[in-house]
């Protein structure tokens, strides 16, 4: 089954502090991994993607994340938590079945709380 | 450059109204066009996904519906809404699959009373 888990309801971090949001896939072939942010009220915004290459991918506002296949692991890391970093963070992978239409699979989210 | 626009930002209905939510996008052509909803603030659940004007594919029953009159408009729609109904509403956009990133509009948040 394609899917993305995202084991943590919530992060809490301090600012200036290194951050970590956990996400792992399962999905058959090679993945297409993505993620994005949401702030309250506010529809998605894409942060970073990985295809193929490098398994380190930088993406906006400082953000980064590490492929790891033999952990089937995307997580995404900052290594200097802002106070306006606080929000919603999703992960996806392409669904990549035969006959979908290779429509985004969404992790449930992780609530990022930054403290001064 | 490409923009996506969705309104209204926020609706208030009565439970049984009809509804309407639209979806515009701007600077591309033959785009891929998605409606979520989120539920409490959290998960992304796919509604409908269209490839091309009149194609709508539905992820899930419900007491929705979609449409794509025009190349760059996706309408969500309603005959009597259920308080179930209730959520913030997502259109997004694409150039395709595979690599290619979803764009999303501001939300549409609906509260059925």
């Known amino acids: 089954a394609q899917s993305v888990a995202q084991p943590e309801d919530q992060v809490n971090v301090a600012e200036g502090n290194p951050l970590t949001v956990k996400c792992t896939y399962s999905?058959?072939?090679?993945?297409?991994l993505f993620w994005y942010v949401q702030y309250p009220n506010r529809g998605l915004q894409f942060l970073l993607k990985?295809?193929?290459?490098?398994?380190l991918v930088k993406g906006s506002y400082g953000f980064e994340a590490e492929f790891n296949k033999s952990q089937t692991s995307f997580h995404l890391k900052k290594p200097s938590a802002l106070v306006s970093d606080s929000a919603l963070y999703f992960c996806?992978?392409?669904?990549?079945?035969?006959?979908?239409?290779?429509?985004?699979?969404f992790g449930k989210g992780t609530k990022l709380s930054v403290k001064p | 450059s490409q923009t996506i626009h969705q309104w209204p930002a926020t609706l208030v209905q009565p439970v049984g109204s009809p509804l309407s939510l639209e979806c515009t996008v701007e600077?591309?052509?033959?785009?891929?066009l998605y409606w979520y909803r989120q539920a409490a603030g959290r998960g992304l659940q796919l509604l409908f996904y269209?490839?091309?004007?009149?194609?709508i594919s539905s992820e899930v029953p419900q007491n929705l519906s979609a449409s794509r009159p025009q190349d760059r408009q996706f309408i969500l729609s309603s005959k009597k809404l259920l308080l179930s109904d209730s959520g913030f509403y997502l259109c997004?956009?694409?150039?395709?699959?595979?690599?290619?990133?979803?764009?999303f509009g501001a939300g549409s948040r609906l509260t059925v009373l």
């Open positions: 269209s490839v091309g004007i009149g194609q």
């Open positions: 990985y295809i193929t290459g490098d398994n």
């Open positions: 600077g591309t052509s033959n785009p891929n």
């Open positions: 996806a992978v392409r669904d990549r079945r035969r006959g979908s239409q290779g429509n985004l699979i």
């Open positions: 999905v058959s072939g090679n993945p297409y």
């Open positions: 997004a956009w694409s150039a395709g699959t595979g690599a290619n990133v979803l764009t």
